[in-house]
């Protein structure tokens, strides 16, 4: 059975970091492309920023560039966000998601994806 399990949230203070990690389960994680998203109260879900199979390829969203970093670790089955120099507007729910029938990441838009994470609140406040 596939399952995506994220953790790693939590509050953090502006300027502050977190790293976020997405555990996956029934499926080999670098086979596939892996996305993070997030919600935030009464927005849209957006794409964050994705890795490719076999690590050849990255997306980050405008906001976040220079900020996150997504990684994969192989032996661990696991993907991870960086996410570095926090701002209040990054305060979200944050979801990794997976299909496995995607390779690449272009587009990053959630109906692409089948199989998600339940999530992890991630709160930047003073």
């Known amino acids: 059975q596939v399952q995506l399990v994220e953790s790693g949230g939590g509050l953090v203070q502006p300027g502050g970091s977190l790293r976020l990690s997405c555990a996956g389960s029934?499926?080999?994680?670098?086979?596939?492309?892996i996305a993070w998203f997030r919600q935030a109260p009464g927005k849209e879900r957006e794409g964050v920023s994705c890795?490719?199979?076999?690590?050849?390829?990255?997306y980050y969203e405008d906001s976040v560039k220079g900020r996150f970093t997504i990684s994969r670790d192989n032996a661990k089955n696991t993907a991870y966000l960086q996410m570095n120099s926090l701002k209040p507007e990054d305060t979200a729910v944050y979801y990794c998601a997976s299909n496995l029938r995607i390779r690449t990441c272009a587009p990053v838009r959630d109906y692409r994806y089948d199989y998600w994470g339940q999530g992890t609140q991630v709160t930047v406040s003073s």
């Open positions: 029934g499926f080999t994680l670098d086979t596939y492309a």
């Open positions: 890795i490719s199979s076999g690590n050849s390829s990255t």
